[in-house]
Nanobody, 121 residues
Framework: QVQLVESGGGLVQAGGSLRLSCAASGTILRFNAMGWYRQAPGKQRELVATITSGGTTNYADSVKGRFTISRDNASNTVYLQMSSLKPEDTARYYC???????????????WGQGTQVTVSS
């Protein structure tokens, strides 16, 4: 799979902000979509936000109006700006890339190792 490296997680108070970054390594010719998912202890992994190569975004209802996903195609990086954070946003956040084409291979789905976000009340 494509190597995805996340950064930017941490501990923040409720109402605060964090910015997550996910950089895809290597030469990326194109991708279908990249996004962020999260998984809290004892819960299933859930979609947070995605962005297609054309720039179309999709958000979970729980984060609409608070989170913004964006991308920099030149650096193969996707960002998640999180504002007005709530304790229920506490989870491990995973970067995802779908349909990535490199000069030598096509990858269906790739995941990063995740970055922890903890929001204190």
């Amino acid at each position: 799979q494509v190597q995805l490296v996340e950064s930017g997680g941490g501990l923040v108070q409720a109402g605060g902000s964090l910015r997550l970054s996910c950089a895809a390594s290597g030469t990326i010719l194109r991708f279908n979509a990249m996004g962020w998912y999260r998984q809290a202890p004892g819960k299933q992994r859930e979609l947070v936000a995605t962005i297609t190569s054309g720039g179309t975004t999709n958000y979970a209802d729980s984060v609409k109006g608070r989170f913004t996903i964006s991308r920099d195609n030149a650096s193969n990086t996707v960002y998640l700006q999180m504002s007005s954070l709530k304790p229920e946003d506490t989870a491990r956040y995973y970067c995802n890339a779908d349909g990535v084409a490199t000069p030598t291979q096509y990858y269906g789905r790739s995941w990063g190792q995740g970055t922890q976000v903890t929001v204190s009340s």
